[in-house]
């Protein structure tokens, strides 16, 4: 408040606040003063009075003469302030009075009090009374009598107090007129001075305001006081100072502007360089663009040549030095293929080209098929392999699997290549998460070499790499972090690492994806649901893993770190009331070699309880001869949760069903025409497509293949895209135009590009084209496509060479039923068209056992090795290396006649039994 007051305002507080402080409290004590000796006053001559009674009245009191008594009273009326008088004698009986009757009561006397005055008094007046003695009879000239301390009688009297208050009245009356002229003579004084400040501050201000305005030549007068003058001084010399300011910057303003004029010209032509820049920045931005897919398809189109032709080259007959060159040339080749995807990668993601798809998936399985692909690499280094994935994470979300496979595989690629011992940790855990979104966390772990404070600040830079010397030990073009770190950016998310030299390193993924519907295959199977069952595990961090895997599965979970501590614990439950039955130990053949495990699992099987083995993958051959049922008992680290759940669900109830027949598998020879400008490729796409039987026609541009469709009715086209003249997409349209006028069917058409941009297969589609195959292509790939577009089945690989080994017997518990990683690297990493692969060859397969029967039944060879041949090239398509490998060594054994062919015609129906039961059990 006192900040809002004006000089005025605060020079009126300053001066009159203490003035009028001073002047109440010393009014105030001095009118205080004053009534409180008045008051003292009276009540002295009220005692006075009384006193002077007493040997007045005393001769009367003891002659008992009331008339003398009436007499004093009523003189004592007269005496100032005296309102009433009365007389008592010695029992206080009244004898006189005069006066009105007494405001206050009678005071009281107590002991030893009897010859003082006691008094009474109230706001109006002071009642007073006084013994008489018979001493007092000496003031009056009478002798007193013996005995002078004898009562004779009382005095009473009451003094009024009203002329002591308006005394006081009037005191306090002058007081405040005093105070009150004081104060206005401060005011007044007060008022003065504040005029006298207001004043010059006032003109002070408008001369201010003036200035601000724009008046510069506005001058303040002399205000009358030397500070105030000096202000005044100081205000004139700034305002001169910037009168003159404002005199150069009006100068410099009309420079400045004469010299824009002069240059508007100039900036003019410089804008139309730089918009002529900018064009021609985006227009080399589409050349390099172009420039990459037109490099892909010249560098994909040679790689097609070297690996196709390596590839034939190693059917034929060559020696084991030979076969190691072939295979280092393919491995270079393959090399270099990585290297142009990862380039043709970063620069899809530069040009904002690259598309995420969002569909639903498990993260679980992805993680453990990640780990699945990338376990021989770390085993090799005896590296342990594991993930981790928290049970609050949530499964099944929605984002784009694919390009999460790839960081994934990056990430731990990138660990295995830096660690030399020791482990790999993959663990996925739940951040924060809502109703329709969770944030997960995704980390790997390593104990590798480590990074310092210098390489992490390069480590997400393209074409950089931490170490240079390690990095080119292990390979790489230092773009897999780049490219993982923009693929995450661009899902909404952020990656990261935490690592300290020489204690390995940590990376990180935070990403928010949707959440999906889960599926009903997450959910334990009845079979497992409160079954107990114990593990073996020496590492601690895998025998965590492996222990929430099993518990996800709706297990009672024993761990244990030694085979004694196992056995014994098993040993003890069968006499409980729920005995482990089942037990998962995870080996090694330096912790537990096949000897030593192979002992332990007869102790097992004597205590009734069955055995699942998992060792490294660079192992299982070891440990094949060590397991009774070694298909069943033995899978590879890590433990993927879905192939142990299945392998824990068929041990405990294992199913005999078998699937009905539906639809026969064709038998006809597909058609096809091959189109391409390269000798070399079209060499390479005849020679595999003839070597599968199919009958091939060529032709080396546009035109000659539109003139053969036109001519020839085809099962399936292979169109090259880039060619001079009459181009991929111009030669299909045509095509299809004329089937259009034609009234035919739609031959269908697959394009052979090495073009990897993201818009390339909407171009194709709408160009006419139904697929597209990328170059480098193997012949798996395109007996997949065949038969996915015709329906018509092609050998998808020849018998590699017919030696000794296709005589052996095959041991069908050593090799697996069913392999879905497989079929998708055989589908190209198409999970779609695996599917299909699968679902087909499946279909068939009643059909196929009924004729393979049949043929046996009838001794009828060649219709023998025509359904085993059709039912060989139909494997070559999926994962399914049981079924393969039979048909293999019975197709080989048929056609030289061998003995051995009832037997392996035996094992090959046993092969389709079993894969019919287990697909069987997993739908």
């Not at 009478?142 to 005191?171: C, I, Q």
């Not at 030549?217 to 006081?225: K, M, N, Q």
Request: glycine share 6%.
């Amino acid at each position: 408040m006192f900040k809002d007051l004006g000089i005025k305002g605060r020079v009126l507080i300053l001066t009159l606040l203490p003035t009028s402080l001073l002047a109440f409290l010393l009014g105030g004590y001095f009118i205080w003063a004053q009534l409180s000796n008045l008051q003292g006053q009276l009540l002295q001559r009220g005692e006075m009075i009384a006193e002077q009674l007493a040997p007045l009245t005393a001769p009367a009191f003891l002659r008992g003469d009331i008339e003398v008594l009436q007499r004093i009273a009523t003189q004592s009326l007269e005496q100032p302030d005296v309102r009433s008088v009365s007389l008592l004698d010695k029992d206080k009986v009244l004898l006189a009075h005069a006066g009105p009757s007494m405001l206050n009561p009678m005071p009281t006397v107590g002991s030893g009090t009897e010859k003082l005055t006691a008094k009474h008094s109230n706001d109006d007046a002071t009642r007073f009374l006084l013994p008489v003695f018979e001493h007092h009879l000496g003031l009056t000239g009478e002798p007193p009598h013996l005995g002078s301390d004898k009562l004779v009688g009382w005095v009473e009297l009451e003094l009024s107090h009203h002329a002591t208050l308006l005394s006081g009245y009037h005191s306090l009356l002058t007081s405040l007129l005093l105070v009150a002229a004081g104060l206005v003579l401060t005011a007044l004084l007060a008022l003065r001075m504040s005029h006298s400040i207001n004043d010059p501050l006032r003109r002070v201000k408008e001369g201010v305001a003036q200035l601000k305005e724009g008046k510069l030549e506005t001058r303040l007068p002399l205000l009358g006081s030397q500070e105030l003058d000096e202000l005044a001084s100081g205000i004139n010399r700034m305002a001169e100072a910037l009168q003159n300011a404002q005199e150069e910057l009006q100068h410099s303003i009309d420079q400045a502007t004469e010299d824009v004029r002069q240059n508007l010209e100039t900036i003019e032509i410089q804008n139309i360089e730089l918009d002529f820049a900018r064009k021609e920045a985006l227009e080399a931005s589409r050349i390099k663009s172009e420039f990459l897919a037109n490099m892909s398809h010249e560098i994909r189109t040679p790689l097609n040549g070297i690996l196709g032709f390596t590839n034939l080259l190693q059917k034929s007959e060559l020696t084991p030095r030979q076969q190691d060159y072939l295979s280092t040339i393919e491995k270079s080749a393959d090399n270099l293929l990585g290297i142009i995807n990862e380039i043709l990668d970063f620069s899809k993601i530069e040009a904002g080209k690259l598309v995420l798809e969002s569909i639903p998936f498990n993260l679980r399985e992805l993680i453990q098929d990640t780990l699945t692909i990338l376990a021989p690499t770390a085993h090799e280094k005896h590296l342990e392999l594991l993930s981790l994935v928290y049970r609050d994470t949530p499964r099944a979300l929605l984002g784009d699997p694919l390009r999460l496979r790839q960081i994934l595989t990056n990430l731990v690629n990138n660990a295995i290549k830096f660690t030399r011992e020791g482990s790999i940790a993959v663990r996925v855990m739940l951040e924060d998460e809502n109703e329709s979104h969770a944030q997960i966390r995704i980390s790997v772990q390593d104990s590798g070499i480590g990074l310092s404070d210098d390489d992490l600040r390069l480590l997400f830079q393209a074409f950089s790499q931490a170490d240079n010397s390690l990095s080119r030990q292990a390979g790489g073009t230092g773009l897999g972090l780049a490219i993982s770190k923009r693929l995450i950016e661009q899902m909404g998310g952020e990656i990261g690492v935490d690592s300290s030299p020489g204690q390995g390193s940590e990376f990180w993924i935070s990403l928010s994806l949707p959440k999906a519907r889960a599926d009903i295959e997450d959910l334990p199977r009845p079979p497992l649901l409160g079954r107990s069952i114990a593990i073996l595990e020496t590492h601690e961090l895998a025998r965590q893993a492996l222990q929430h895997q099993l518990e996800d599965c709706g297990l009672n979970v024993n761990a244990f770190s030694q085979p004694d501590s196992l056995l014994e614990a098993i040993g003890a439950s069968r006499q409980g009331p729920s005995p482990i039955g089942i037990a998962v130990m995870g080996v090694t053949s330096q912790e537990l070699p096949p000897e030593r495990l192979k002992h332990y699992i007869r102790q097992l099987e004597q205590m009734s309880c069955k055995c699942i083995v998992l060792c490294p993958t660079t192992e299982q051959v070891l440990y094949h001869s060590s397991l009774p049922d070694a298909y069943t008992q033995l899978h590879a680290k890590p433990a993927c949760t879905r192939k142990l759940q299945r392998a824990l669900s068929e041990m405990i109830s294992p199913r005999h069903q078998r699937l009905t027949a539906e639809t026969p598998e064709p038998t006809r020879t597909p058609n096809i025409l091959c189109v391409d400008d390269n000798p070399a490729n079209l060499l390479l796409v005849q020679t595999l497509l003839e070597d599968m039987g199919a009958d091939v026609s060529v032709a080396k541009d546009g035109h000659e293949a539109l003139d053969k469709a036109r001519k020839v009715r085809f099962d399936l086209i292979l169109m090259d895209v880039q060619m001079p003249g009459m181009d991929g997409r111009e030669t299909t349209e045509a095509i299809r135009l004329w089937e259009t006028e034609q009234n035919n069917s739609a031959v269908p058409i697959v394009a052979l590009t090495a073009h990897a941009l993201s818009n390339e297969k909407r171009t194709l589609l709408q160009s006419g084209m139904d697929d597209y195959l990328t170059k480098p292509i193997s012949e798996r790939q395109l007996a997949q496509v065949v038969l996915k577009w015709t329906g018509l089945s092609l050998r998808a690989l020849l018998p590699e060479r017919t030696d000794d080994n296709s005589r052996q017997d095959i041991d069908l518990n050593q090799i697996s039923t069913l392999d879905n990683e497989e079929g998708l690297r055989l589908a190209a990493g198409k999970a779609d068209l695996a599917a299909d692969m699968l679902n087909m060859l499946l279909a068939g397969l009643p059909t196929d056992l009924q004729a393979i029967r049949q043929a046996r039944q009838s001794d009828n060879s060649q219709l023998l090795i025509e359904r085993v041949h059709r039912l060989h090239g139909a494997t070559r398509y999926c994962g399914v290396p049981q079924l393969r490998a039979t048909c293999l060594r019975s197709e080989t054994l048929l056609k030289q006649d061998d003995p051995g062919a009832k037997h392996a015609l035996d094992q090959l129906e046993a092969a389709i039994e079993r894969l019919m039961i287990e697909t069987q059990a997993e739908a």
